[in-house]
């Protein structure tokens, strides 16, 4: 995404506020490692992984200011903020949703992403699960809020969907699942829990997905622009004269069930037939670059 933003015009930075993250995959910023590191509190403290963390986030919770002064030096930067996976920092524990909140009194205009795998949508009760956290995420942190199913090319290879792809992005009625569930020696232990789950779910309305293959450009370019909505950054200024605002109100930018059915045909139902037609485009393009430059 980094890549993908500078490539655009961007200037962007990247914060990592992930004390386990020894090995960053891209250039950081700032990094919470300069102040904590999960390796030395399990050390010193005595503490496993999942409270080594927590008190990671509560210590740069307490230590604002470090943070606040590290931020003054990427000025009006677009930022990505690279938070840790595990999910109690974002459904019940609140040194997240604090600085969080200190982080939009100086006036930056946040966005959630959460990332989920796409595959875990061919297991009904893991599928389940994840709404669940994304709901739960939701409410906790009360930002505008994405959820995106990632991986998507990866899917198919983890088991068959159920049903289309945009059953599952648009959280469609969930009854159909339960017959699934029902299936399941295991869960159809659990009828009664698994309903009042689904209807807790149905009766929120809030949890839906995008999608995102990271190796496909159109697929990034379409959740930046869902991200750019929600974050505000595609209204611009509010100054005379500023057209983005109408613009933006004209084109959505928001997905579509034409756009879930593209992805499905692309990486799902024809993804071999895809891969061909891709390969040929490439060769062409190549063929034509090799043409000019003799």
Known sequence: MHQFLN?????????????ANDFLPYPCAINISDLITLQDVMEELKLGPNGGMMYCM?????????????????????????????????????SVK??????????????????VDA??????????SILLISLKTMLQIELPHI?????VDLMESYGKLAFNLDFYT??????YLLQHLDEDPFASKFKELNKALCGLIEDFNLVGFNTLCIEDKNSVLKLVQVIDKANGYVFGGLT?????????????????????????ERWLNSREDYDEWELKQQQMEQAQKNVKAK
């Open 98 to 115: 604090n600085i969080i909140e200190r982080l939009q009194k100086l006036n930056y205009r946040l966005v959630t992403i959460h990332l």
């Open 58 to 94: 509560e210590f740069l919770e307490k230590n604002f200011d470090w943070f606040e002064e590290k931020l003054k030096s990427l000025g009006d930067n677009y930022i990505l903020f690279d938070f840790p996976g595990q999910v109690e920092l974002f459904t019940h524990h609140n």
């Open 7 to 19: 490539a655009t015009g961007r200037k962007v930075s990247v914060v990592n506020l992930d004390p």
């Open 240 to 264: 005379e004269g500023n057209e983005s605002i109408m613009l933006a109100a004209m084109g959505a930018n928001t997905t579509t069930l034409s756009d879930i059915l593209e992805v499905q």
């Open 147 to 151: 959820n995106v199913l990632s991986k």
């Open 119 to 128: 595959h875990y949508c061919t297991d009904p009760t893991k599928y389940i």
């Open 170 to 175: 648009e959280v469609q009625d969930l009854s």
